[in-house]
């Protein structure tokens, strides 16, 4: 059974999240998505949380991607999205905790801005593990919480909040990467220590 309390605020997100998101953000952020993703290989690709398909922009073509969301409403928004990709994207309605792919199944995993809202992100990111192949790797662009005052405890009361609309703010997510068991190959900061890409690969 996927989380229902997660799959319903979604949901309820949906109709609005193009919105929500904004366009600012989307464009400025376009260009790193772009660079993060342009390692996408032949091989088999999994995103996470494709929800409206605001990513896809960034995609290369003529990629096999399987994306995964635990929305079912934000895949019907994603539709057009989908259909429009150069290259094949499987989207499927699932929660990263309960996916039922098999070990070893992916050689890249990729996230963007999810690991800011999956309920149990250490457990999240043990479920990637598990999916990803020995030798692959896993790249995330990511929103997290800031070890810098005052934008720590700006961020951490902001939780309060953001966390019953959508995500959290004040994820420690570099450090959640580590305890599900990757080893952390690089993280560069776009934005402070706020906006980050990650690369990890699967620790023997």
């Keep these: 059974m996927p989380d229902v309390i997660t799959q319903a605020k979604w949901d309820k997100a949906a109709p609005s999240f193009d919105i929500m998101a904004s366009k ?3 464009e400025r952020w376009l260009p790193a998505k772009r660079e993060l ?7 088999k690709i999994l995103f996470l949380a494709l929800g409206t398909g605001l990513d896809i ?6 990629r096999n991607i399987t994306a995964i969301d635990i929305s079912p409403k934000m895949l019907e928004v994603a539709a057009d999205r989908i259909e429009g990709y150069d290259g ?20 890249q995993i990729y996230t963007s801005c999810t690991f800011c809202s999956v309920p149990n992100p250490v457990a999240g ?9 020995a030798d692959g790797v896993l790249r995330m662009f990511e929103h997290t919480g800031s070890n810098f005052y005052p934008f720590k405890l700006m961020m951490t009361l902001m939780t309060q ?14 450090a959640n990467v580590k305890a599900a068991g990757f080893e952390v190959t690089e993280v560069n900061n776009l934005f402070l220590d706020v906006v980050k890409t990650i690369q990890a690969r699967k620790a023997p």
């Design 24 to 26: 600012g953000a989307e």
């Design 37 to 43: 993703f342009s390692h996408m290989g032949d091989g």
């Design 57 to 62: 922009a960034a995609f290369p073509t003529g």
């Design 88 to 107: 094949s994207i499987d989207a499927r309605v699932m929660d990263v905790h309960e996916m039922d792919f098999e070990d070893d199944s992916f050689d």
């Design 125 to 133: 990111l043990k479920a990637l593990k598990r999916v990803l192949k």
């Design 161 to 174: 909040i953001s966390r019953k609309l959508g995500p959290d703010m004040n994820r420690t997510t570099v």
